[in-house]
């Protein structure tokens, strides 16, 4: 009976004690003023109080500060800061500048020859006797060992030596007419400054930092163009056999650069021509890419004294290429990129060319 009351008493006191803690925190908290009710500010793990990444999360109250040190509230598009310089850095030059001759005998003799070269004409040909006649459309790869002499780079007085150089020399000085490449029938004449635009690359403006971070002028940039980016020519011949002189003649109409075609990202797209230009002589304007060729001697890697020109290179048919269209069995005017396989496809230009061969080897008989 003892045990019981005691229990009772023990019980009775502890439920005072609770009553009595939890008048006084009512109280408490009936003090507090209103303004202190809000929760602080939790501190991140780098030592500010702010969010996880270490920037306050009032923005209006507290401008963000960068690695740098400096304020990051700046505009939003791409245009120049306001009262911050903008300087053009002038161009380096191209292999497309004017030639710059030498001030003193750059030989131990002097060399007048290819100043006073001309290439002989063409052999006539009468339309009745051209018995048998084809096209075919080529494409030079300079990448291969055999026509490395396309990208000679050397500068000598009638200018840098790739043969890209020497086109558009020759068509900026209006020596040779280049046309658009909408077709390779050279029906659209286009200006120098329109070839120019080709191979402008645009320019870019290119903010320039101080060691705070803060950006302390603009410089205005010209996209240089790399000569060496063009490693691929597109030619367009005409083979034709003359019953006259009983022979196969082969006369190139025509020569294209071909630029490769990449998106903004960088992945390839196609090879596109650039222009196309008129290789024989032109009794129209009085134009001869064959004669402005001829003025241009070709790299020699064994002999550098024993050098022929290009239009001899082109004569004597010393480059290496692939046929890419024919008018052999083609009713549908198509190249031969229908081929899958890039295998098979060479292996058809080498029928083509077959086909031409034998159609003279044909005409005889032993």
Do not use: C
């Amino acid at each position: 009976m003892k045990i019981n009351n005691l229990s009772w008493l023990l019980f009775a006191s502890a439920l005072l004690l609770h009553v009595t803690a939890d008048a006084q925190q009512r109280r408490t908290s009936n003090r507090r003023p209103a303004q202190q009710a809000q929760p602080a500010q939790q501190t991140s793990g780098y030592g500010t109080q702010s969010s996880g990444y270490g920037t306050p999360a009032n923005t209006q109250q507290q401008a963000q500060q960068s690695a740098y040190g400096n304020n990051n509230q700046q505009q939003a598009s791409n245009q120049p800061q306001v009262n911050i310089p903008i300087v053009v850095v002038p161009s380096r030059g191209t292999a497309f500048d004017s030639v710059r001759p030498s001030q003193r005998p750059d030989a131990l003799f002097e060399r007048n020859l290819n100043k006073e070269r001309k290439p002989l004409a063409f052999e006539h040909i009468r339309e009745d006797d051209a018995v048998y006649r084809q096209r075919v459309w080529r494409e030079i790869d300079t990448r291969e060992k055999m026509n490395m002499a396309f990208r000679y780079a050397a500068d000598e007085d009638n200018g840098n030596q790739r043969f890209i150089s020497i086109l558009i020399n020759a068509i900026r000085d209006r020596k040779i007419t280049a046309f658009d490449p909408v077709d390779d029938r050279f029906t659209t004449p286009l200006t120098p400054e329109k070839v120019m635009e080709a191979f402008s690359g645009g320019v870019d403006t290119v903010p320039v930092y101080d060691l705070q971070g803060n950006i302390s002028k603009y410089e205005v940039r010209i996209k240089e163009f790399e000569p060496d980016s063009i490693y691929r020519y597109r030619i367009k011949e005409e083979w034709v056999f003359d019953k006259e002189s009983s022979r196969m003649f082969v006369r190139i109409l025509g020569i294209a650069p071909i630029k490769p075609i990449y998106t903004s990202t960088g992945q390839f797209l196609d090879m596109a021509p650039l222009f196309w230009v008129y290789y024989p002589d032109d009794p129209t304007s009085g134009q001869s890419l064959r004669q402005e060729l001829a003025k241009f001697e070709i790299y020699n890697a064994k002999n550098y004294g024993a050098r022929m020109t290009w239009e001899e290179y082109f004569e004597n048919r010393m480059f290496s290429s692939y046929i890419t269209k024919s008018t052999i069995d083609n009713p549908y005017d198509r190249t031969l990129r229908y081929i899958k396989d890039p295998i098979l496809r060479l292996l058809e230009g080498d029928n083509i060319k077959e086909k031409i061969f034998n159609y003279e080897q044909d005409l005889w008989s032993y």
